[in-house]
Protein backbone atom coordinates (compact mmCIF):
# COMPACT_ATOMS: atom_id res chain seq x y z
CA UNK A 1 0.00 0.00 0.00
CA UNK A 2 1.35 3.20 -0.86
CA UNK A 3 1.56 6.45 1.69
CA UNK A 4 -1.85 8.04 -0.21
CA UNK A 5 -3.89 5.24 0.34
CA UNK A 6 -2.94 5.03 4.13
CA UNK A 7 -4.18 9.09 3.81
CA UNK A 8 -7.19 8.01 2.42
CA UNK A 9 -7.87 5.09 5.25
CA UNK A 10 -7.44 7.65 8.32
CA UNK A 11 -9.33 10.44 6.77
CA UNK A 12 -12.16 8.12 5.92
CA UNK A 13 -11.86 6.50 9.96
CA UNK A 14 -13.43 10.25 10.95
CA UNK A 15 -15.57 11.12 8.45
CA UNK A 16 -17.50 7.63 9.73
CA UNK A 17 -18.89 9.99 12.16
CA UNK A 18 -21.42 11.43 9.64
CA UNK A 19 -24.78 11.68 10.89
CA UNK A 20 -26.97 9.90 7.99
CA UNK A 21 -30.21 10.81 9.67
CA UNK A 22 -30.14 6.36 9.58
CA UNK A 23 -30.25 5.81 13.41
CA UNK A 24 -33.77 4.16 14.71
CA UNK A 25 -32.88 5.31 18.20
CA UNK A 26 -33.15 8.74 17.62
CA UNK A 27 -36.23 10.77 19.26
CA UNK A 28 -35.10 14.83 18.62
CA UNK A 29 -34.96 16.68 15.80
CA UNK A 30 -32.42 16.52 13.92
CA UNK A 31 -30.24 19.21 13.04
CA UNK A 32 -27.66 20.22 10.24
CA UNK A 33 -26.17 23.29 11.65
CA UNK A 34 -23.11 23.84 9.59
CA UNK A 35 -23.59 21.08 7.42
CA UNK A 36 -22.29 22.11 3.75
CA UNK A 37 -23.63 20.59 0.32
CA UNK A 38 -20.53 20.58 -2.23
CA UNK A 39 -20.58 20.00 -6.35
CA UNK A 40 -17.88 17.64 -7.31
CA UNK A 41 -17.12 16.99 -10.52
CA UNK A 42 -15.79 13.74 -11.75
CA UNK A 43 -13.63 13.47 -14.46
CA UNK A 44 -12.17 10.23 -14.54
CA UNK A 45 -12.07 6.46 -13.90
CA UNK A 46 -9.97 6.85 -10.90
CA UNK A 47 -12.22 9.58 -9.41
CA UNK A 48 -15.51 7.59 -10.18
CA UNK A 49 -14.25 4.82 -8.63
CA UNK A 50 -12.68 6.70 -5.86
CA UNK A 51 -16.27 8.51 -5.22
CA UNK A 52 -18.02 4.67 -5.37
CA UNK A 53 -15.34 3.77 -2.34
CA UNK A 54 -16.66 6.62 -0.67
CA UNK A 55 -20.06 5.92 -0.84
CA UNK A 56 -19.59 2.12 0.04
CA UNK A 57 -18.11 3.64 3.29
CA UNK A 58 -22.04 5.55 4.24
CA UNK A 59 -19.27 8.46 5.29
CA UNK A 60 -21.10 11.23 4.00
CA UNK A 61 -24.81 12.14 2.30
CA UNK A 62 -25.31 12.05 -1.27
CA UNK A 63 -28.13 14.40 -2.28
CA UNK A 64 -27.33 13.91 -6.12
CA UNK A 65 -25.94 10.35 -7.27
CA UNK A 66 -23.36 10.54 -10.37
CA UNK A 67 -25.14 12.31 -13.50
CA UNK A 68 -23.54 10.86 -16.49
CA UNK A 69 -24.25 14.26 -18.70
CA UNK A 70 -23.14 16.83 -16.20
CA UNK A 71 -20.60 14.69 -14.26
CA UNK A 72 -21.69 16.14 -10.74
CA UNK A 73 -22.30 14.95 -8.04
CA UNK A 74 -23.97 16.29 -4.94
CA UNK A 75 -22.84 15.79 -1.49
CA UNK A 76 -23.76 16.87 1.82
CA UNK A 77 -20.71 16.85 4.22
CA UNK A 78 -20.82 17.56 8.43
CA UNK A 79 -18.97 20.55 9.86
CA UNK A 80 -16.03 18.64 11.27
CA UNK A 81 -15.56 16.57 8.04
CA UNK A 82 -15.36 19.29 5.98
CA UNK A 83 -11.52 20.02 6.02
CA UNK A 84 -10.83 16.07 5.91
CA UNK A 85 -13.42 15.91 2.90
CA UNK A 86 -11.85 18.87 0.87
CA UNK A 87 -8.57 17.27 1.52
CA UNK A 88 -9.48 14.04 0.32
CA UNK A 89 -11.17 15.88 -3.03
CA UNK A 90 -7.68 17.69 -3.22
CA UNK A 91 -5.46 14.56 -2.89
CA UNK A 92 -7.66 12.82 -5.94
CA UNK A 93 -7.79 16.37 -8.21
CA UNK A 94 -11.64 16.61 -8.00
CA UNK A 95 -13.11 19.99 -8.54
CA UNK A 96 -15.69 21.07 -5.77
CA UNK A 97 -18.12 24.05 -5.30
CA UNK A 98 -19.88 25.06 -2.43
CA UNK A 99 -23.52 25.04 -3.07
CA UNK A 100 -25.46 25.34 0.19
CA UNK A 101 -23.12 27.02 3.54
CA UNK A 102 -25.54 25.70 6.18
CA UNK A 103 -27.99 23.39 5.32
CA UNK A 104 -29.95 24.09 8.61
CA UNK A 105 -30.17 27.85 7.55
CA UNK A 106 -32.07 26.68 5.03
CA UNK A 107 -34.25 24.08 6.92
CA UNK A 108 -35.28 27.39 9.27
CA UNK A 109 -35.98 29.86 6.60
CA UNK A 110 -38.23 27.02 4.65
CA UNK A 111 -40.06 26.79 8.18
CA UNK A 112 -40.42 30.46 9.07
CA UNK A 113 -43.36 30.68 6.71
CA UNK A 114 -46.25 31.84 8.29
CA UNK A 115 -49.58 29.84 8.75
CA UNK A 116 -52.25 31.90 6.46
CA UNK A 117 -55.12 30.08 8.19
CA UNK A 118 -56.35 28.51 4.65
CA UNK A 119 -54.34 25.78 2.92
CA UNK A 120 -53.21 27.95 -0.25
CA UNK A 121 -49.48 26.45 -0.77
CA UNK A 122 -47.33 29.49 0.65
CA UNK A 123 -45.80 27.03 2.96
CA UNK A 124 -45.54 23.18 2.85
CA UNK A 125 -47.94 21.30 5.11
CA UNK A 126 -47.65 18.40 7.19
CA UNK A 127 -49.47 15.11 7.00
CA UNK A 128 -53.05 15.73 8.84
CA UNK A 129 -53.44 19.01 6.76
CA UNK A 130 -53.33 17.63 3.67
CA UNK A 131 -55.55 14.89 4.53
CA UNK A 132 -57.99 17.68 6.64
CA UNK A 133 -57.08 19.67 3.24
CA UNK A 134 -58.41 16.08 0.95
CA UNK A 135 -61.47 15.80 3.11
CA UNK A 136 -63.02 19.25 2.57
CA UNK A 137 -61.99 18.92 -1.25
CA UNK A 138 -63.83 15.59 -1.49
CA UNK A 139 -67.08 17.34 0.52
CA UNK A 140 -66.72 20.26 -1.66
CA UNK A 141 -66.60 18.33 -5.25
CA UNK A 142 -68.80 15.38 -4.42
CA UNK A 143 -69.97 14.78 -8.46
CA UNK A 144 -66.40 14.59 -9.57
CA UNK A 145 -64.28 13.42 -6.52
CA UNK A 146 -64.40 10.07 -4.99
CA UNK A 147 -61.51 8.81 -2.58
CA UNK A 148 -59.59 5.61 -2.58
CA UNK A 149 -57.22 3.87 -0.24
CA UNK A 150 -54.60 1.48 -1.55
CA UNK A 151 -53.78 -0.01 1.82
CA UNK A 152 -51.54 0.73 5.06
CA UNK A 153 -48.15 1.81 5.76
CA UNK A 154 -46.04 0.03 8.21
CA UNK A 155 -47.01 1.99 11.10
CA UNK A 156 -50.41 1.57 10.40
CA UNK A 157 -51.39 5.07 8.66
CA UNK A 158 -54.32 4.81 5.51
CA UNK A 159 -52.24 5.90 2.08
CA UNK A 160 -54.95 7.72 0.11
CA UNK A 161 -55.47 9.26 -2.88
CA UNK A 162 -58.00 11.13 -4.67
CA UNK A 163 -59.93 10.35 -8.43
CA UNK A 164 -60.98 13.03 -10.21
CA UNK A 165 -63.54 12.06 -13.00
CA UNK A 166 -66.53 13.79 -14.92
CA UNK A 167 -67.09 10.75 -17.39
CA UNK A 168 -66.65 7.10 -16.47
CA UNK A 169 -64.87 6.24 -19.85
CA UNK A 170 -62.36 8.83 -19.57
CA UNK A 171 -58.38 7.16 -19.90
CA UNK A 172 -56.98 6.92 -16.80
CA UNK A 173 -53.88 9.34 -15.90
CA UNK A 174 -52.06 8.03 -12.55
CA UNK A 175 -49.38 10.49 -10.07
CA UNK A 176 -47.97 9.00 -7.28
CA UNK A 177 -46.24 11.39 -5.35
CA UNK A 178 -43.78 11.63 -1.93
CA UNK A 179 -42.66 8.22 -2.01
CA UNK A 180 -38.92 9.95 -1.03
CA UNK A 181 -40.67 11.61 2.41
CA UNK A 182 -38.32 14.83 2.26
CA UNK A 183 -39.14 15.88 -0.88
CA UNK A 184 -41.78 17.97 0.17
CA UNK A 185 -41.86 19.57 -3.10
CA UNK A 186 -44.01 16.93 -4.87
CA UNK A 187 -46.78 16.86 -2.56
CA UNK A 188 -47.28 20.60 -2.12
CA UNK A 189 -47.11 20.34 -6.40
CA UNK A 190 -49.77 17.40 -6.34
CA UNK A 191 -52.65 19.05 -4.02
CA UNK A 192 -51.79 21.90 -6.07
CA UNK A 193 -52.62 20.24 -9.43
CA UNK A 194 -55.67 18.19 -7.69
CA UNK A 195 -57.07 21.97 -6.82
CA UNK A 196 -56.21 23.33 -10.35
CA UNK A 197 -58.11 20.59 -12.03
CA UNK A 198 -61.10 21.59 -9.85
CA UNK A 199 -61.15 24.72 -9.77
CA UNK A 200 -59.65 26.33 -12.92
CA UNK A 201 -61.70 28.12 -15.12
CA UNK A 202 -58.73 28.25 -17.89
CA UNK A 203 -59.86 25.93 -21.43
CA UNK A 204 -57.40 23.80 -21.42
CA UNK A 205 -57.15 22.78 -18.13
CA UNK A 206 -60.74 22.13 -18.49
CA UNK A 207 -60.06 19.68 -21.14
CA UNK A 208 -57.57 17.95 -18.80
CA UNK A 209 -59.56 17.95 -16.10
CA UNK A 210 -62.58 17.19 -17.78
CA UNK A 211 -61.39 14.22 -20.52
CA UNK A 212 -59.36 12.44 -18.60
CA UNK A 213 -59.96 10.48 -15.10
CA UNK A 214 -57.10 11.49 -12.45
CA UNK A 215 -55.92 9.14 -9.70
CA UNK A 216 -53.41 11.17 -7.68
CA UNK A 217 -51.62 9.86 -4.54
CA UNK A 218 -50.70 13.16 -2.96
CA UNK A 219 -48.47 11.28 0.05
CA UNK A 220 -47.66 7.81 -0.60
CA UNK A 221 -44.66 7.39 2.12
CA UNK A 222 -47.25 8.46 4.92
CA UNK A 223 -44.60 6.88 7.53
CA UNK A 224 -41.72 8.59 6.02
CA UNK A 225 -43.29 11.85 5.46
CA UNK A 226 -44.18 12.23 9.43
CA UNK A 227 -41.25 11.41 10.13
CA UNK A 228 -39.45 14.04 7.97
CA UNK A 229 -41.33 16.66 9.37
CA UNK A 230 -41.01 15.62 13.08
CA UNK A 231 -37.61 14.34 13.53
CA UNK A 232 -35.43 14.27 10.14
CA UNK A 233 -36.18 16.82 7.44
CA UNK A 234 -33.99 14.83 5.21
CA UNK A 235 -35.25 11.40 5.87
CA UNK A 236 -35.73 9.59 2.34
CA UNK A 237 -36.72 6.07 3.30
CA UNK A 238 -39.89 3.88 4.57
CA UNK A 239 -40.10 3.48 8.30
CA UNK A 240 -39.75 -0.14 8.40
CA UNK A 241 -37.12 -1.99 10.41
CA UNK A 242 -34.27 -4.04 8.60
CA UNK A 243 -33.74 -7.54 10.32
CA UNK A 244 -30.09 -7.30 9.67
CA UNK A 245 -29.38 -4.22 10.85
CA UNK A 246 -30.20 -0.73 13.05
CA UNK A 247 -30.50 1.27 10.16
CA UNK A 248 -34.30 1.72 9.59
CA UNK A 249 -36.40 1.83 5.90
CA UNK A 250 -36.30 1.31 2.62
CA UNK A 251 -36.20 3.01 -0.54
CA UNK A 252 -39.88 2.25 -1.82
CA UNK A 253 -38.35 3.68 -5.29
CA UNK A 254 -36.15 1.02 -5.30
CA UNK A 255 -38.48 -1.73 -4.09
CA UNK A 256 -40.57 -3.08 -7.37
CA UNK A 257 -40.40 -6.09 -8.65
CA UNK A 258 -38.97 -4.55 -12.09
CA UNK A 259 -35.11 -5.83 -12.27
CA UNK A 260 -34.73 -5.23 -8.98
CA UNK A 261 -31.25 -4.57 -7.88
CA UNK A 262 -29.93 -5.35 -11.10
CA UNK A 263 -26.89 -3.47 -12.98
CA UNK A 264 -25.75 -2.04 -9.40
CA UNK A 265 -29.02 0.34 -9.71
CA UNK A 266 -29.70 0.05 -6.05
CA UNK A 267 -28.20 -0.94 -2.46
CA UNK A 268 -28.25 -3.99 -0.64
CA UNK A 269 -26.71 -2.40 2.24
CA UNK A 270 -29.92 -1.27 5.06
CA UNK A 271 -28.04 1.60 5.59
CA UNK A 272 -27.66 3.52 2.36
CA UNK A 273 -30.19 5.69 0.94
CA UNK A 274 -30.81 3.49 -1.95
CA UNK A 275 -31.46 0.41 0.02
CA UNK A 276 -33.97 -1.80 -2.30
CA UNK A 277 -35.32 -3.99 0.78
CA UNK A 278 -34.51 -7.74 1.28
CA UNK A 279 -36.69 -8.52 -1.76
CA UNK A 280 -39.17 -6.63 -4.31
CA UNK A 281 -42.50 -5.48 -2.74
CA UNK A 282 -40.91 -6.02 0.95
CA UNK A 283 -42.54 -2.72 1.86
CA UNK A 284 -46.50 -2.24 2.32
CA UNK A 285 -46.27 0.74 0.51
CA UNK A 286 -45.28 -0.32 -2.62
CA UNK A 287 -47.05 -3.89 -2.07
CA UNK A 288 -50.74 -1.31 -1.57
CA UNK A 289 -50.00 0.22 -4.36
CA UNK A 290 -48.50 -2.50 -7.06
CA UNK A 291 -52.22 -4.18 -5.85
CA UNK A 292 -54.39 -1.60 -6.36
CA UNK A 293 -53.27 -0.34 -9.91
CA UNK A 294 -53.56 -4.30 -10.75
CA UNK A 295 -57.47 -3.26 -10.08
CA UNK A 296 -57.37 -0.59 -12.50
CA UNK A 297 -54.89 -1.30 -14.89
CA UNK A 298 -57.46 -1.35 -17.84
CA UNK A 299 -58.06 2.41 -17.12
CA UNK A 300 -54.71 3.85 -16.88
CA UNK A 301 -52.78 5.19 -19.99
CA UNK A 302 -50.25 7.69 -18.37
CA UNK A 303 -48.00 7.03 -15.34
CA UNK A 304 -46.42 9.68 -13.64
CA UNK A 305 -44.21 9.75 -10.20
CA UNK A 306 -43.41 13.25 -8.94
CA UNK A 307 -39.96 13.67 -6.99
CA UNK A 308 -37.10 16.12 -6.84
CA UNK A 309 -35.02 17.40 -7.19
CA UNK A 310 -32.58 18.21 -10.67
CA UNK A 311 -35.44 19.30 -13.21
CA UNK A 312 -35.82 16.51 -15.63
CA UNK A 313 -38.03 14.21 -16.77
CA UNK A 314 -37.10 10.81 -16.64
CA UNK A 315 -38.60 7.76 -18.98
CA UNK A 316 -37.74 4.00 -18.95
CA UNK A 317 -35.20 2.14 -18.46
CA UNK A 318 -33.24 2.83 -15.20
CA UNK A 319 -31.56 -0.79 -15.26
CA UNK A 320 -29.92 -0.80 -19.14
CA UNK A 321 -29.29 2.15 -21.86
CA UNK A 322 -31.54 -0.22 -23.89
CA UNK A 323 -34.05 2.01 -24.95
CA UNK A 324 -37.70 0.78 -24.89
CA UNK A 325 -39.67 0.12 -28.54
CA UNK A 326 -41.55 3.71 -28.39
CA UNK A 327 -38.35 5.51 -27.15
CA UNK A 328 -38.47 8.15 -30.06
CA UNK A 329 -42.55 8.90 -29.06
CA UNK A 330 -40.99 9.27 -25.47
CA UNK A 331 -38.41 11.72 -26.43
CA UNK A 332 -40.65 13.82 -28.44
CA UNK A 333 -43.46 14.24 -25.85
CA UNK A 334 -40.37 14.46 -23.14
CA UNK A 335 -39.42 17.49 -26.05
CA UNK A 336 -42.90 19.04 -25.67
CA UNK A 337 -42.79 18.98 -22.11
CA UNK A 338 -39.34 21.03 -21.67
CA UNK A 339 -40.33 23.45 -24.09
CA UNK A 340 -43.30 24.22 -22.63
CA UNK A 341 -42.15 24.88 -18.95
CA UNK A 342 -38.81 27.12 -20.56
CA UNK A 343 -41.02 29.04 -22.42
CA UNK A 344 -42.85 30.40 -19.34
CA UNK A 345 -40.92 33.46 -17.57
CA UNK A 346 -39.16 31.53 -15.32
CA UNK A 347 -37.21 30.13 -18.61
CA UNK A 348 -36.26 27.06 -15.87
CA UNK A 349 -34.20 24.22 -18.20
CA UNK A 350 -35.32 21.00 -18.26
CA UNK A 351 -33.48 17.38 -19.37
CA UNK A 352 -35.54 14.91 -20.63
CA UNK A 353 -34.56 11.14 -21.95
CA UNK A 354 -34.18 7.70 -20.21
CA UNK A 355 -33.15 7.18 -16.54
CA UNK A 356 -29.93 5.37 -17.03
CA UNK A 357 -29.22 7.36 -20.01
CA UNK A 358 -30.03 10.59 -18.55
CA UNK A 359 -28.60 10.44 -14.74
CA UNK A 360 -28.06 7.29 -13.37
CA UNK A 361 -28.66 3.40 -13.34
CA UNK A 362 -31.90 3.21 -11.01
CA UNK A 363 -33.70 -0.17 -10.63
CA UNK A 364 -36.71 -1.47 -8.89
CA UNK A 365 -38.64 1.66 -9.61
CA UNK A 366 -42.61 2.32 -9.99
CA UNK A 367 -42.40 3.96 -13.43
CA UNK A 368 -40.36 0.79 -14.92
CA UNK A 369 -42.57 -1.71 -13.22
CA UNK A 370 -45.76 0.08 -14.37
CA UNK A 371 -44.53 0.89 -18.07
CA UNK A 372 -43.27 -3.02 -18.14
CA UNK A 373 -45.92 -4.61 -16.67
CA UNK A 374 -49.36 -3.03 -18.18
CA UNK A 375 -49.78 -3.18 -21.82
CA UNK A 376 -51.93 -0.13 -21.87
CA UNK A 377 -49.31 1.87 -20.09
CA UNK A 378 -47.07 3.29 -22.75
CA UNK A 379 -46.24 6.50 -21.82
CA UNK A 380 -44.75 6.62 -17.96
CA UNK A 381 -42.15 9.23 -16.74
CA UNK A 382 -40.38 10.44 -13.55
CA UNK A 383 -40.62 13.98 -13.28
CA UNK A 384 -37.60 15.55 -11.10
CA UNK A 385 -38.74 19.27 -9.92
CA UNK A 386 -36.73 22.23 -9.00
CA UNK A 387 -34.18 22.75 -8.69
CA UNK A 388 -30.45 22.15 -9.53
CA UNK A 389 -28.90 22.34 -6.30
CA UNK A 390 -28.71 26.09 -5.09
CA UNK A 391 -31.64 24.49 -2.56
CA UNK A 392 -31.62 21.12 -3.38
CA UNK A 393 -34.30 19.01 -1.03
CA UNK A 394 -35.18 22.26 1.32
CA UNK A 395 -36.73 23.99 -1.77
CA UNK A 396 -37.89 27.84 -0.13
CA UNK A 397 -42.05 27.59 -0.02
CA UNK A 398 -42.06 31.24 -2.71
CA UNK A 399 -40.73 28.57 -5.58
CA UNK A 400 -43.76 26.39 -4.79
CA UNK A 401 -45.91 27.84 -6.90
CA UNK A 402 -43.68 28.19 -9.44
CA UNK A 403 -42.67 24.95 -9.71
CA UNK A 404 -46.79 24.18 -9.38
CA UNK A 405 -47.27 26.81 -12.48
CA UNK A 406 -44.25 24.86 -14.40
CA UNK A 407 -46.20 21.53 -13.92
CA UNK A 408 -49.72 22.38 -15.18
CA UNK A 409 -47.14 24.08 -18.42
CA UNK A 410 -45.39 20.78 -19.03
CA UNK A 411 -48.60 18.57 -17.99
CA UNK A 412 -50.44 20.46 -20.89
CA UNK A 413 -47.76 20.02 -23.53
CA UNK A 414 -46.92 16.07 -22.32
CA UNK A 415 -51.03 15.06 -22.64
CA UNK A 416 -51.11 17.09 -25.96
CA UNK A 417 -48.13 15.23 -27.24
CA UNK A 418 -49.46 12.05 -26.09
CA UNK A 419 -52.78 12.24 -27.69
CA UNK A 420 -51.17 13.66 -30.73
CA UNK A 421 -49.05 10.16 -30.59
CA UNK A 422 -52.26 8.08 -30.08
CA UNK A 423 -51.36 7.25 -27.07
CA UNK A 424 -54.69 8.44 -25.52
Not at 233 to 238: D, M, P
Not at 244 to 255: F, K, L, M, P
Request: proline share 4%; glycine share 6%.
Amino acid sequence: MNFKYYVVLGLLANLLTLATGENAGRSKYIRYDNCQVYKINIKNATQLQFLNFLQNQTTFSVWKDYDYITEDVHVMVKPEEIHNFLQLLQNYEIEQELLIENVQDLIDLEQSYSDSGKFDWTRYYELHEIEQWLNDTLLAYPNVTEEFIIGNSYENRPIRGIKIAHKPDNPGIFIESNIHAREWITSATATWFINELLTSQDDEVRDLAENYNWYIIPVLNVDGFVFSHEQDRLWRKTRQPTSVSYCVGTDANRNFDSEWMANGGASSNPCEETYAGPQPFSEPETTALAEFLKSIQGEIKIYLAFHSYSQLLLSPYGHTDEPPENYDDLLEIGGAFATAIESLPYETPYRYGSTATTIYIASGSSVDWVYSNFDGVNVAYTIEFRDQGRFGFVLPPAQIIPNCEELMAGMLALVQKSRELNYI
